[in-house]
């Protein structure tokens, strides 16, 4: 039989075709994120598919320039822990928040972060855990992972640090974000944060990032009571609210009017 040419140029065609799209498969499961990023995986059942971590992980002399001035003017006049300054100095606030803010990064002011929630300003993270008088080895929890920020200040001071965050998606992307600054021992659990973590009770100190409309018996309760501190602000949702300083001594719970604030309500089970 004599041979077709047209059969054997089609035979060609679908040997490149498949050579290419084996090819494109190879790179596509090979390849990075950007410079900076994270990528991860989406689903198991997925191993291809990636999501690109919305942060920028860098850390670079125009970034500590930015962060100096920022605990310069705002942070050290109103803090006098050298500590909890130098911890401002250490944590690069701009891997914390998305990265349309990257420009707002070192200003002091709340930022959103997504689902509803924001980074607080830093001049307000330096105040609230400089009243929590923590020392190293002490035992701390933070009720509001949120970007992790708070979270990693809090590691500059003592090694026993504990935080619950309730919406999964955030605490996700604080792990992945803790873990690429080397704060990955750093214990997160997802969670409702009215109840605590018991399983570590009882804390030197706990603060509260989001406002409830009370004082959580429970973190009362897994507070020290050997003068354990918390810091916490309560108040009405939507309007303006008072941050306290909580002191527990043995069976007597000490009240102190901090100032006022304006914190995202505290998120329960049934509201998430």
Do not use: K
């Amino acid at each position: 039989m004599q041979d077709n040419p047209f059969r054997s140029t089609n035979l060609a065609l679908r040997f490149m075709l498949l050579a290419t799209l084996l090819i494109c498969l190879i790179a596509s499961g090979c390849s990075g994120a950007e410079t900076g990023a994270i990528s991860t995986p989406v689903a198991p059942d997925e191993p291809s598919a990636t999501r690109v971590l919305n942060r920028q992980l860098q850390d670079s002399e125009d970034t500590r320039e930015q962060r100096q001035r920022l605990v310069d003017n705002y942070i050290a006049p109103v803090v006098s822990d050298a500590r909890v300054v130098a911890a401002s100095q250490a944590v690069p606030r701009h891997c914390f928040i998305p990265t349309e803010s990257l420009d707002y990064a070192y200003y002091d002011h709340a930022l959103p972060i997504g689902y509803g929630q924001t980074i607080s300003q830093p001049s307000l993270v330096a105040t609230m855990t400089e009243l929590l008088e923590l020392e190293d080895g002490d035992r701390v929890l933070e009720i509001g992972t949120g970007s992790g920020y708070q979270a990693a200040i809090l590691r500059e001071l003592t090694d026993e640090v504990y935080s619950i965050e309730i919406i999964p998606q955030l605490l996700d992307i604080a792990r992945e974000v803790l873990d690429a600054l080397d704060y990955g021992d750093i214990h997160l659990l997802r969670a409702d944060g009215y109840n605590g973590w018991p399983e570590y009770a009882p804390y030197d100190a706990i603060i509260v990032t989001a406002a409830p409309d009370h004082l959580p018996t429970p973190l009362v309760e897994q507070l020290s009571p050997e003068g354990g501190r918390m810091v916490i602000p309560i108040g009405p949702v939507g309007n303006v609210q008072t941050l306290w300083l909580v002191i527990r001594q043995q069976d007597e719970v000490q009240m102190e009017r901090i100032m006022s604030v304006v914190f995202v309500p505290f998120t329960r089970e049934q509201d998430s």
